[in-house]
């Protein structure tokens, strides 16, 4: 006869996946993501803050206008083992004022990567094709180790299938509306 604790019904109502994704937000602490079922942390550079305020100051009006707060806060993919911290994320003011919602790609207006050295390939490569497949309608890639800027709209299960650039630093990136601006990336 087996010793070990036979498996039971009182915790079937437990969302593991959930669970598991909220210990590692609170307990390795804000700044840490899981990518393909990796925990990383993220380890902001000040250069790399200084790209990501560059776009935040250039899109913190428009975003006002539209009920929005832009900021890095978590978005999950559930069914995935994946929990991002994108560099910016923008999303409408309701979902920010509720801690309980968790916000998904597909609930964002706009997601921003910022690449940095030691995670470059996950931003071109990894986080590009999982926004497009929980439906993250823009995302926008600062790519500062080949300095330049793509933007990617219409997302798919199969990625995004509408991609302006690369474009050098220093070419005008028109955001689509609801934003409706021209990003100056001259000081990325």
Same mark, same amino acid.
């Given at each position: 006869?087996?010793?070990?604790?036979?498996?039971?019904?009182?915790?079937?109502?437990?969302?593991?996946?959930?669970? #598991?994704?909220?210990?590692?937000?609170?307990?390795?602490?804000?700044?840490?993501?899981?990518?393909?079922?990796?925990?990383?942390?993220?380890?902001?550079?000040?250069?790399?803050?200084?790209?990501?305020?560059?776009?935040?100051?250039?899109?913190?009006?428009?975003?006002?206008?539209?009920?929005?707060?832009?900021?890095s806060?978590?978005?999950?993919?559930?069914?995935?083992?994946?929990?991002?911290?994108?560099?910016?994320?923008v999303?409408p *003011?309701? #979902?920010?004022?509720?801690?309980?919602?968790?916000?998904?790609?597909?609930?964002?207006?706009?997601?921003?990567?910022?690449?940095?050295?030691?995670?470059?390939?996950?931003?071109?490569?990894?986080?590009?094709?999982?926004?497009?497949?929980?439906?993250?309608?823009?995302?926008?890639?600062?790519?500062?180790?080949?300095? *330049?800027?793509? #933007?990617?709209?219409?997302?798919?299960?199969l990625?995004?299938?509408?991609?302006?650039?690369?474009?050098?630093?220093?070419?005008?990136?028109?955001?689509?509306?609801?934003?409706?601006?021209?990003?100056?990336?001259?000081?990325?």
């Amino acid at each position: 006869m087996s010793t070990h604790p036979q498996p039971d019904d009182r915790y079937a109502d437990i969302d593991h996946e959930r669970a #598991l994704k909220h210990a590692i937000r609170y307990m390795a602490g804000n700044r840490v993501q899981i990518i393909e079922g990796i925990i990383q942390p993220v380890p902001p550079t000040w250069d790399h803050e200084r790209a990501t305020r560059v776009i935040r100051r250039q899109i913190e009006d428009r975003v006002d206008e539209l009920g929005c707060v832009e900021g890095s806060g978590d978005i999950d993919l559930p069914g995935s083992p994946n929990w991002y911290v994108p560099d910016i994320a923008v999303v409408p *003011e309701e #979902l920010a004022q509720d801690d309980n919602i968790v916000v998904t790609p597909d609930l964002t207006l706009l997601a921003v990567e910022v690449t940095l050295k030691s995670n470059g390939d996950t931003d071109r490569v990894t986080k590009r094709k999982r926004y497009a497949e929980y439906g993250a309608p823009l995302y926008l890639l600062v790519d500062r180790q080949n300095r *330049e800027v793509t #933007l990617f709209s219409e997302p798919g299960g199969l990625g995004y299938t509408k991609v302006e650039g690369p474009h050098p630093f220093g070419t005008p990136v028109t955001l689509p509306e609801p934003f409706g601006i021209v990003l100056d990336t001259t000081r990325l």
